[in-house]
């Protein structure tokens, strides 16, 4: 996932401006993976049956990955430090018309976002006020509704996006700290007989917590938000985002595993959730309310930061005219019409729809969205991987060569180890369908160029050309 924010001008060149600048994107950008790691552990523990032991190894694996996604997505910064991502390799490596793949997994990615991201904030709440149980799915749709039509109202700040990071942050390890003196006490459902061999088991059942994964590909395009720096300092700010976000993530990802094997939190009753049940049998009420509440509003940020981001696209391929007078885009020209507050309205209103309808689709549950998500976004990172090692190929570079292939042959065996539960291939079928359909209306537009470029161009803050 990623997702959009307002750009505020760095004023003056220090070094305090500058290091806030980078804290402020980062703890940004970052806001998606964080969230997801309120679902992605929970995802892990009901593929291993209640199998806590499992439970670390898997998650270790799990970070491990994304590691490995994070160097390759280095090379990638470097090589496109104006923005671009996925797309803008594999529109340099194969050509203009294959950057639709990866445009059409990020559509669906962000459909997905706004789906899970309000579905576990309902989750959230739930389980702090069990009274609301019944009324899950209306909930949802109405969380839906409520950030997408917050959005019509312009867009978030990036330092309300990274606040919402920093207090999830916050709690979550004031929650970890509690939890060391806390007596284990058994949780939910706990086993200690997975359906497979310990490896088999832990194999079979990573795939679906790569949900973790979602927003790591998110500085390489975000990037092109920072307009107040040169090349060199825009690569440099998303490899360090890139970091943090491995730093951050893996160490609350595996701090909250460790911690609920340590006290026996195992699969949550029905209107709770793993980490809800941690938070509550770890610190004290005023603490697990507080949890509650920034995991709510870190989940909903993640949500309007992609009620942000996918419109922003469509806004990118929207036909328009540039100052010289040329028709440029390939999709109506209504998805680029923008209301006073710079919003592109029709865009955020098929998305509401859109995300309404698969919100309604799993109840409003976010464990049965968990395996669709995670394989939109890992057809992108196949196809950005894919790219890159056709690039380390050209210029001959074996260390890059090995990485490359490396992380492409992992994300691939993700992709169709999640694939082969069955449903999630309606993922990979919608992605392939939005960007056939794309592929399509360039044609007919007479394969203008510039696509590949679409997802650096709905990062960047512009004149709004068609207002209404």
Request: hydrophobic share 55%; proline share 5%.
């Amino acid at each position: 996932m990623t997702g959009r924010t307002a750009v505020a001008p760095a004023h003056g060149r220090g070094l305090h401006s500058r290091t806030a600048l980078l804290l402020g994107f980062a703890f940004a950008v970052m806001a998606d993976p964080v969230s997801s790691v309120a679902y992605a552990i929970e995802a892990a523990l009901r593929a291993l049956n209640g199998d806590l032991a499992l439970l670390v190894p898997t998650m270790v694996l799990v970070v491990a990955i994304i590691a490995l996604v994070i160097l390759n997505y280095r090379q990638l910064v470097a090589r496109y430090p104006q923005g671009g991502g996925a797309s803008a390799a594999v529109g340099e490596a194969f050509g203009d018309g294959w950057s639709f793949l990866p445009i059409g997994a990020l559509v669906v990615d962000f459909v997905l976002t706004i789906a899970i991201s309000v579905s576990a904030g309902a989750s959230a709440l739930i389980a702090y006020f069990p009274a609301l149980a019944p009324w899950r799915l209306l909930l949802a749709l109405g969380l839906v509704l409520v950030v997408g039509g917050l959005t019509w109202f312009g867009h978030l700040g990036r330092l309300v996006f990274a606040a919402m990071t920093v207090a999830f942050i916050a709690v979550s390890a004031m929650v970890l700290i509690y939890g060391l003196g806390a007596t284990p006490h058994t949780v939910g459902t706990v086993t200690g007989t997975p359906s497979h061999q310990a490896v088999i088991a832990v194999v079979l059942a990573f795939p679906v917590a790569m949900a973790l994964a979602t927003g790591v590909e998110a500085p390489s395009s975000a990037i092109a938000q920072l307009g107040q720096l040169d090349n060199d300092g825009r690569s440099r700010f998303g490899k360090v985002t890139l970091w943090l976000t491995l730093g951050i993530v893996g160490t609350i990802t595996l701090g909250l595993t460790m911690e609920a094997a340590h006290l026996q939190v195992g699969i949550p009753p029905e209107d709770s959730t793993q980490i809800a049940e941690l938070a509550r049998l770890a610190a004290p009420a005023p603490l697990f309310a507080a949890f509650q509440f920034v995991t709510a509003l870190l989940l909903l940020s993640a949500a309007s930061s992609s009620f942000q981001a996918g419109p922003g696209l469509l806004k990118a391929l929207a036909r328009r005219a540039t100052p010289r007078g040329e028709i440029v885009g390939i999709l109506p020209g209504g998805l680029g019409r923008t209301n006073v507050h710079h919003t592109p309205y029709w865009g955020v209103a098929l998305f509401i729809v859109l995300a309404g309808v698969v919100t309604a689709a799993a109840g409003g549950n976010d464990q049965e969205l968990v395996l669709f998500y995670a394989v939109s976004v890992f057809l992108s990172f196949l196809a950005g991987l894919a790219s890159m090692a056709l690039f380390s190929y050209r210029d001959r570079r074996s260390g890059y060569l090995l990485l490359n292939v490396t992380g492409a042959v992992v994300v691939a065996f993700t992709l169709v180890a999640n694939l082969t539960r069955g449903l999630p291939v309606v993922s990979l079928a919608a992605a392939v369908l939005i960007a056939a359909l794309l592929y399509l209306a360039w044609l007919k537009a007479g394969k203008p160029r510039g696509v590949r470029n679409a997802a650096a161009e709905a990062e960047t803050e512009e004149p709004d050309e068609v207002k209404q």
